[in-house]
């Protein structure tokens, strides 16, 4: 498995758990934290990292 299918295959699985914690949170009251601003956070990571892996992909064919 190259770095880049990594970085892609993490990212992909943090999008997607973000977007589970956003969908999924909407009532639930935490002391520290929002957990609907968590999934978008984990969302923005997820996305930052998935086009990194695309980035990395893209790089090692041209």
């Known amino acids: 498995m190259t770095r880049a299918s ?16 956003w969908l999924t949170t909407g009532g639930v009251e935490v002391p520290v934290v929002t957990l609907t601003k968590v999934g978008v956070v984990l969302m923005c990571v997820g996305g930052a990292q ?11 064919y041209v």
């Open 6 to 21: 990594k970085n892609l295959l993490e990212g992909v699985v943090t999008l997607l758990a973000g977007l589970a914690v």
């Open 50 to 60: 998935t086009a990194w892996g695309l980035y990395g992909a893209a790089r090692r």
